[in-house]
């Protein structure tokens, strides 16, 4: 975030922007390279246009560059396993994985990989400036593979982590496919009808100057809207886009603000899938480490990261906090306000037995019955809103076309 730091210098006020994690942070760094300065207020700005144009542009080019998708990183944790499993050394095998993939991110990543471990670095070492593209879960099990030195094990384990990942986000997909393709039908039709229609009939309405219902008068005005300012309406929306989507990329506060309301699970529908998706995620990768023999804080530090949701993200992060204070984990999770009563009771009882990792196993069941029933049912919960907007679309057009229609005689006896 950035932050206006205005301090005194001899005698004279001035005023910077620094970029900063808090306030405090931002003081300091302006006294740090200013140490003869009395820093008099700070105060949170937005950021310098230099720094948004370079943004935007490294946005720009990004899109425009090959990214690893979740297929190609599953496939080449895969073949490491089965390799290393097989008894390969790991430079063997990252140099097999670069000569025989095409994909231009994942040779770039494991070709230096290889390289800084001829020069005698580990494995999470070599991978450590790629965390943020390979993810902060495979770092986890690297750096677990090479402490128990059951690497193929650590990575056999992760493979069914992120297969499960992308596996619940591939059939998202697909069960909003069906409603988003008859809502952009249901768009097109009422453009067609808006375009090519509703033009035909506006003459003989004006001609015969009878007195039209609303719902005409409304289609009538819409057509004429559409005529004269139909391309500013395409480019509006376009640019509405882009720039809604570079506001919540490059703003926090936005972000945070957009993601409470999509998490939120009274919002209908949409709420509770953003809630259990990132939800499962984290508690199945909990799970995962905890079980794996990684301590809690790192554990919770590391599932954390595959929250995509902010707010969510911002709540779960407080639990490693709560627990650096003094507080238990059932006792951290509580103060979340995230969690139900039995998941609670759950966790409560992990750590009361010694079997955390088997409640919060638990868990990650209940969560996914939860997210695939949803999943599963999405086209039910969908399909009345549907029908309702089809239903007033026909009666819409049926009120504004046909309606004058059986009206033309007495329009032309008058």
Known sequence: MYYKVEYLYRG???????????????????????????????????????????????????????????????????????????????????????????????????????????????????????????????????????????????????????????????????????????????AAAFVVV????????????????????????????????????GPFIIIGIVAIFIFMKYIYKSNPEFRLYTDKILADKRFYLIGKVVYLANIYNYILVLEALIRAGIPVSEALETAVRVVDNTYLKQQLESINTNIGRGLSLSEAFEQTGLFENMILQMIRAGESSGQLDHMLGKAKDYYNMKFQSIIDNLSAYIEPIMLTMIAALVLLLALGIFMPMWDLGKAARG
């Open 12 to 186: 004279k006020k001035h005023e910077k922007v620094v970029e900063a994690e808090n306030p405090i942070k931002a003081s300091l760094l302006v006294k740090q390279e200013l140490p003869n300065i009395v820093v008099i207020g700070t105060s949170k700005t937005s950021a310098p246009t230099s720094e948004v144009f370079d943004d935007l542009l490294k946005q720009i080019n990004s899109f425009s560059s090959k990214k690893l998708s979740i297929d190609e990183k599953i496939a080449a944790i895969r073949q490491i396993a089965v390799m290393t499993d097989a008894g390969l050394p790991i430079y063997d095998v990252l140099e097999d994985i670069v000569a025989n993939t095409k994909n231009q991110a994942l040779k770039e990543i494991l070709s230096l990989a290889a390289q800084d471990i001829n020069a005698g670095k580990s494995m999470s070492q070599a991978l450590e400036p790629h965390k943020e593209k390979m993810g902060h879960i495979v770092m986890a099990m690297t750096k677990l593979g090479e402490s128990t030195g059951n690497f193929s094990g650590s990575y056999t384990k992760l493979a069914e982590i992120l297969e499960v990942m992308r596996d619940n986000r591939s059939k998202f997909l697909k069960a909003i496919r069906y409603p988003i393709t008859v809502l952009l039908a249901m």
């Open 194 to 229: 808006i375009t090519q229609v509703v033009p035909k009939f506006k003459n003989i309405f004006t001609e015969l100057g009878a007195d039209l219902p609303l719902a005409t008068k409304f289609l009538l005005a819409t057509e004429s809207f559409f005529h004269n300012y």
